[in-house]
């Protein structure tokens, strides 16, 4: 997560030689996220604390690299995710109870629809990284990249909707 955010000025202020090479390095940090999980899962030690921090953690690593590519699109669908995943993890609580309603047992980790739509936000996002990573060179692959993106961003949000609405009926 600090890794992903710490590449950020080096992605402002690099050439597109750099550019791809942060591509690759926030690819590890995502690769490193997705095997801690699968770690956790697989010698069954997860944790409340690890229930509700790695979900944190996944948004933080997204949305401030993320940010990078929202000023060339409308921000509607970047702040619509970003609010939803807040209510989200408000909801989900922290060890006992969410800011938003939550009760003491409502630190559950995300749904499979919540696995999918942070697959579409990885997808949003290095999709986004792609098309911008050679200073406004605006190719074919660079729009294909794009509107790809933008198509994932908003599979996300209806898959926040949906993840939202089977967790609400979880819970209730």
Known sequence: MICAVLLVPLWLF???????????LWAVCWACDWLDGAVADAT???SDFGKWFDP???????????????YSFTWVPFILAFLLDTYSTMKRGFGGGGIAGGTAKDVVGANWY???????????????????????????????????????????????FVSL????????
């Open 44 to 46: 069954s030690t997860r």
């Open 165 to 172: 609405f089977f967790r609400t009926q979880y819970e209730a």
């Open 14 to 24: 690099g050439d597109s030689a750099t550019r791809y090479t942060i591509i690759a």
């Open 56 to 70: 944190l953690a996944d948004k933080v690593q997204f949305y401030i690299p993320a940010a990078l590519f929202v």
């Open 114 to 160: 919540g696995k999918w739509k942070t697959g579409c936000q990885v997808i949003f996002f290095f999709m986004s990284a792609l098309a911008f990573a050679d200073d406004g060179q605006q190719g074919y692959f660079e729009m294909y990249a794009y509107n790809i993106g933008q198509a994932a961003l908003w599979t996300a949000i209806g898959l926040s």
